[in-house]
């Protein structure tokens, strides 16, 4: 009996060091920001640092990431020569678009898509092999001209950037709510110890504790993404625009879209460059880099349809 009350006020105190000890440590965290603030420069100046930064380390991944990107694909440069066709109706639509040619690469990805990397002076352009089975010459120069239109707007330097904007987020706010989150673990696992809890218990409580207190960073996070998101679809339909005034033949992008979903099902790290995403379930269309592919080909259509009519003479 002794030995139990011994041990339980053996508990009590380790509970109550530990709740000292993440306190203190919360002190710490919390004066240090303090201190970071009062040694701040004027808002504008913080703002344009952080920007600065963000920039910086998103073009840095921007220009590493390229030939990463290139060497997981396994592409591989086309040559004139091989494509001569194909390398004329690029150099059209680059001329028309106003950007230097592309470099084109061919690969054998996972299932029917094309991606586009770089910008108006050094882009890349890679189509997987299997895209010339499956599409008509007219549906290429489609697919062509949505990724030179990536290309133009340097869209794949605009989604890095809003990457590593969400990594410099994260690690402000994990940097602000750091003090909260010391206190809550240390009293939650304290009190856990003083209650006598299994290490197990303790452990559970000590998680349950930070997830708490990160749930409002979470979901600051969340609404950002979700914005960044927003951004990337409608630079999906900003291509297929300004592919069909490349071409006038929203009916061409409308059947290659609709063939490479038949036979796509795109997905991992590398989904937000891919032409064809996969949108499917509520939440995951939010979060999607692409709008929904029916509704992508329905409005080509509808756009096909009136360029249709226009041509029709009044009787």
Known sequence: MERSLATRLAMVVAGLATVAFYAAGAWLAWRGLLFLWRQRPDPVTTAVVVLAVTVAFGYVSYALGQAAVLRTLGAEEV?????????????????????????????????????????????????????????????????????????????GLVSTL???????????????????????????????????????????????????????????????TLVLRAYSRRRELAADDTAVELTGDPAALAAALSKIERAAAASGPLSSLYIHGDERGTLTRLLATHPPMEARVER???RADRARGRRIPIQ
Do not use: Q, W
Request: glycine share 8%.
């Open 300 to 302: 080509l259509r509808e």
């Open 162 to 224: 809003g990457a590593s904007l969400v990594s410099t987020v994260a690690g402000l706010l994990g940097l602000v709510f750091l003090p909260a989150m010391l206190l809550a673990a240390g009293a939650a696992r304290g009190l856990a110890l003083v209650r006598g809890e299994s290490y197990e218990a303790v452990r559970t409580a000590t998680v349950r504790a930070r997830v708490a207190v990160g749930s409002l960073a979470v979901v600051l996070l969340f609404a950002l």
């Open 79 to 155: 040559s004139p020569a091989r494509a001569p066709e194909l390398y004329r109706r690029l150099d059209e639509l680059s001329v028309d678009l106003g950007i230097d040619r592309p470099t084109l690469c061919v690969a054998r990805m996972e299932a029917p898509n094309a991606l586009a990397l770089g910008g108006p002076s050094d882009g890349v352009v890679v189509l997987d092999a299997s895209l010339f089975r499956l599409l008509s010459a007219r549906e290429v120069d489609g697919i062509l001209a949505h990724e030179l239109a990536h290309v133009k707007a340097r869209d």
